[in-house]
């Protein structure tokens, strides 16, 4: 592969087993699984196969838990839409400032719509506030939407915690998992949580297939009506080829499931450390001490993430920015600010999002790149001086491990 890919977040490459996988379903294989002809059986079969596949990397009880989606932001919407017509006397939903757009800007639309949204506060490492979450459920809530694993930093969420809360006060719960599933262990059975969503592309499987695990017993209403596809719960008739390599993707994470907490981890911790070593004013967004193994999120301070990128991508290297400028907004990121880091620090942060694909001589490479690309950047700034930098009132924040 040319050059050093560092935003899996972003999406991640196939994994050559799955191509290999679902290569014959496009042509030998082209039946519609619900046909009654062998055709249709035979690809019917790899569904199902695929259907289990997705239930043993979530820990689901069964294999009808698992609905196919188009994609993750299909099965974040149809998860709380589906709650909200299931359950018409309740009008509030919880969620947190620091969700992905496919839950917060439907959260967002719906507000037009005349429900209530509550939008749970993160502190300045990116943690939630329980207080606050249980003095907010009761009756009223139709559903709780809390994200697993945040995409921009990798911070981690207590949602079998806040399952558990939400169950206790008759609320459902569900969560984004999308940045989490295929990089830490899940295992929904031993949990209260009624919904999850994942997505194919976030782990070695192709754009375009998604999951929405639903409980058993769990009230729903689809978002799609039509055919009968997905027991009635998600008409149009599968994505069959994407779905069986979704199955394998969910095979291989498994396996490689120690490899994503150890040797990942290493080259994660070894990336940051190296980059926090070497480059003065920079530091790591985020629960540091409880987040993703393969995400790091350091801010830059006093320059423009988007030019490190710029910069970054003459070397070959791909990372991402934190910064909306491309979307022709001046606002940081919204997870950034929320974490309330100063704009000095949150206009200059990357994300660096590993996988098991990245190599140890990839990550030495960036460490010995980056210092010189920031010196460069920091002589354009205006916030910077000969001595370092200049006096500007939002510079006096700093982060607290704790
Ligand atoms: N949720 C999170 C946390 C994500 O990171 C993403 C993609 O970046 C999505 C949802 C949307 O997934 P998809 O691209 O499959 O719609």
Sequence with gaps: MDGIYLDNNATTRVDEAVVAAMLPYFTEQFGNPSSLHSFGN????????????????????????????SCGTESDSTAILSSLKAFPERREIIT??????????????????GYKVHY???????????????????ERIAIVSVMW????????????????????????????????????PIDLKNTKIDMLSLSGHKLHAPKGVGVLYLRRGVRF??????????????AGTENTASIIGLGKACELA??????????????????????????????ATGDVKNRLPNTSNIAFEFIEGEAILLLLNKFGIAASSGSACTSGSLEPS???????????????????????????????????????????????????????????????FSPVYA
């Design 42 to 69: 035979k690809v019917g079969l790899a569904v199902k196969k695929a259907r289990l596949q997705v239930q043993e990397l979530l820990g689901a009880e069964h294999e009808s838990e698992i609905i196919f989606t």
């Design 120 to 138: 749970l506060k993160v502190d300045g490492n990116g943690r939630l506030d329980l207080g606050e979450y249980s003095r907010l459920l009761n």
């Design 254 to 283: 498994l396996d490689a499931m120690v490899f994503e907490n150890t040797e990942v981890r290493r080259l994660r911790d070894r990336l940051e450390a190296g980059i926090l070593a070497t480059v003065p004013r920079s530091f």
């Design 221 to 234: 209403r689809p978002l799609l009506r039509g055919g009968h596809q997905e027991r009635g719960r998600r």
């Design 96 to 113: 947190t400032t620091v969700e992905h757009p496919a839950v917060l800007s439907l959260c967002q639309y719906l507000e037009k719509e």
């Design 334 to 396: 919204h997870v950034m600010r929320a974490m309330g880091i100063p704009y000095t620090a949150a206009h200059g942060t990357i994300r660096f999002s590993l996988s098991r694909y990245t190599t140890e001589a990839e990550i030495d490479r960036v460490i010995q790149v980056l210092p010189q690309i920031v010196a460069q950047l920091r002589t354009l700034s205006p916030y910077w001086g000969e001595n370092g930098p200049v006096e500007s009132p939002e510079q006096s």
């Design 149 to 184: 694993a945040n995409n921009e930093t990798g911070t981690l969420f207590p949602v079998m915690e806040m399952a558990e809360m939400a169950h206790a006060a008759g609320v459902l719960f569900h969560t984004d998992a999308v940045q989490a599933v295929g990089k830490m």
